[in-house]
């Protein structure tokens, strides 16, 4: 009898610690997981950390004067927290006052800097249906729209990013998924062997022009002049001789610098968003009268990733990036005469 006893007890007690190791792998998986780190086994005094090759744990370090878009994203998602940002790219004083409000309230230092601690309290689950700045925030990252409607297309691009990162194509933005978004995607961070972006526009121009992931047109729509194709734009330019318009342009031919804002507006959307382009006009060609082109500061693309403008090509998350970046006339299919090509230009 007391073996019959002793030998259910330890039954029992088997089945409980066999339901403790399961839920334990359940609650350990999925997008869902919390954010910070769990501590595991003990050896004395020291814990150690869950292995989880998916999710990395390293977040960018944001403080006053950084700039771009993962500030951009930080400010939609203090934005999503009832904080009185402006989504501006730029992280000042005003950014910094909210985000020190933010920790304080969260329990964290306030010292005004968003690390990792702060980006796991920060971040929050958005899905097919959500709207508002926290999908803002996600979509800056994703290169598309950012409209703040979490909609088919932008859990079509989730689901595309999820596999490229080797997580479970979902289509929720949960803390592995943002985690991964702001630090691993070849599609949204540079590779690691990419050059900054040089000082001077003539070095900005031998970036572009070696970069593999840009082309240019060798000839124009509307003239016969070569010497001033957008190829011949950035070799020229390169060469520090300046970009030379068409002699049947408004202006007729002289030679302009390329602005610089553009040209690492270039390098931008190809090496931290993952975008082909094919450039057809910069200064040269036959544009409006006061067109931007023939100051240097415009660019038209008629093919993105391999796709025409107009037919394919994802025009708008470019146009979207192009805006982040400093763009102020943005216009593509469905603006007159710009039905084949997107223009970007700056001030």
């Known amino acids: 009898m007391r073996k019959n006893v002793r030998n259910l007890l330890l039954q029992g007690l088997a089945a409980v610690l066999l339901a403790g190791g399961a839920l334990g792998v359940v609650n350990a998986t999925g997008d869902e997981a919390n954010a910070s780190t769990k501590p595991g086994p003990r050896s004395g005094s020291h814990a150690t950390p869950l292995k989880d090759t998916a999710f990395t744990r390293v977040w960018?370090?944001?403080?006053?004067?950084?700039?771009?878009?993962?500030?951009?994203?930080?400010?939609?998602?203090?934005?999503?927290?009832?904080?009185?940002?402006?989504?501006?790219?730029?992280y000042g004083k005003k950014?910094?006052?909210?985000?020190?409000?933010?920790?304080?309230?969260?329990?964290?230092?306030?010292?005004?800097?968003?690390?990792?601690?702060?980006?796991?309290?920060?971040?929050t689950t958005v899905h097919l249906g959500s709207r508002g700045p926290a999908v803002k925030a996600a979509q800056v990252q994703l290169g598309v729209t950012a409209d703040?409607?979490?909609?088919?297309?932008?859990?079509?691009?989730v689901r595309n990013f999820q596999t490229r990162a080797h997580l479970k194509a979902d289509g929720v933005i949960?803390?592995?998924?943002?985690?991964?978004?702001?630090?691993?995607?070849?599609?949204?961070?540079?590779?690691?062997?990419?050059?900054?972006?040089?000082?001077?526009?003539?070095?900005?121009?031998?970036?572009?022009?070696?970069?593999?992931?840009?082309?240019?047109?060798?000839?124009h729509s509307d003239t016969r002049h070569y010497g001033s194709t957008a190829y011949a734009n950035i070799v020229d330019m390169a060469a520090g001789r300046g970009a030379a318009t068409s002699p049947g342009s408004h202006v007729g031919a002289k030679r302009v610098q390329l602005d610089p804002r553009m040209l690492r507006a270039l390098i931008t959307l190809h090496d931290r968003?993952?975008?082909?382009?094919n450039i057809s006009e910069f200064v040269g060609g036959v544009h409006s009268k006061n067109s931007r082109h023939y100051r240097g500061l415009a660019f038209d693309a008629n093919v993105i990733n391999g796709k025409?403008?107009?037919k394919g090509a994802p025009h708008k998350a470019v146009?979207?990036?192009?805006?982040?970046?400093?763009?102020?006339?943005v216009r593509g299919p469905g603006d007159p005469d710009h039905d084949t090509h997107i223009h970007c230009a700056w001030k």
């Open 319 to 329: 146009m979207n990036l192009c805006s982040q970046l400093g763009a102020s006339e």
């Open 308 to 310: 025409h403008v107009g």
């Open 60 to 90: 960018p370090m944001l403080q006053t004067g950084s700039r771009g878009a993962d500030v951009l994203t930080a400010q939609h998602l203090l934005a999503a927290r009832g904080y009185a940002v402006t989504p501006d790219n730029a």
């Open 174 to 219: 949960g803390p592995k998924t943002w985690n991964a978004l702001l630090t691993t995607s070849p599609a949204t961070k540079p590779a690691p062997s990419t050059p900054k972006p040089a000082g001077n526009a003539a070095a900005l121009a031998g970036q572009v022009l070696k970069n593999r992931g840009i082309t240019f047109a060798r000839a």
């Open 148 to 157: 703040g409607v979490f909609g088919k297309n932008t859990r079509t691009a």
């Open 273 to 277: 968003y993952g975008y082909r382009l």
């Open 95 to 123: 950014t910094a006052a909210a985000v020190r409000q933010f920790q304080t309230r969260a329990g964290l230092k306030a010292d005004g800097v968003v690390g990792p601690k702060t980006w796991s309290k920060l971040i």
